[in-house]
């Protein structure tokens, strides 16, 4: 019984504050700015959305994940960036309005695009009949789950600014505690595994954490992007909503499967550190370009 309430009513409650913390930090604007930088909004929403899922399909594949972990890291690509990237781009002298006009675009589309992901990933690793069929009633939920409390985080902001950055700060520590409890959860319930899911996990969340931020930073120089954009971009691209992931892989209104939770949370682990040294890495590359005051 109190498994099942941690399920139906923990998982979709902790989902629900996640996505109306992201909506608390948006406005209208961060997604009027797609009008004036296209170019980056395109270049970051295509390695997003198309280079990602098919890297992180090669690397499931050459590391020889189990299933449940593949479609893990699958679901794991498929997700938007987190708001801590907001954070990191700042500290490497990025471009953080990009950062917020890409979660923003990013976290409505993901609405489309990360079932199509996720049931690709189903049919690819774990055979025929796992697809998740698209019934109205599932895209209603996740509706309900995801995108409605950023509609109101949004209104919040829109009608009491105030009010949105006195709840920014809780609602972030809420989902900072949502994600150590939902990953203990997981963790518990597979710990007599721990180990040699960490063996077989690790190494695939890492390259695809590594890969993640190279395609982000590199693609955008490749195009003549100013840096603090590919910078920006490179952190949005590499820091995963790992919460989200965890959330939806474990909720039974959704995939159910506490496994797929893994990948998610063994790569949010990891992102800090490498998301340092890159941000550490870039913002000293700035220092050495940026000619001494006169």
Known sequence: MQESVLTAVFLPLALGIIMLGLGLSLTTGDFKRVVTVPKAVIIGLLCQMLILPVACYAIAKVTNLSPPYAVGLMLLAASPGGATANLFSHLARGDVALNITLTAVNSVLSLFTLPFIVNFALAAFMGDGKVIPLQFGKVMQVFVIVLVPVAIGMTIRRFSEPTAKKLEKPVRILSAVFLVLIVLASIAKERANILPMFKEVGLAALAFNLTSMAV???????????????????????IHNGTLAIAIASSPLLLNDPRMAIPPAIYSLIMFFTAAAFGTFVARQADRETPPAA
């Open 216 to 238: 982000g930073y590199l693609i955008p120089l490749l195009v003549r992007l100013p840096k603090k954009q590919a910078v920006a971009i490179g952190m949005e691209i590499g």
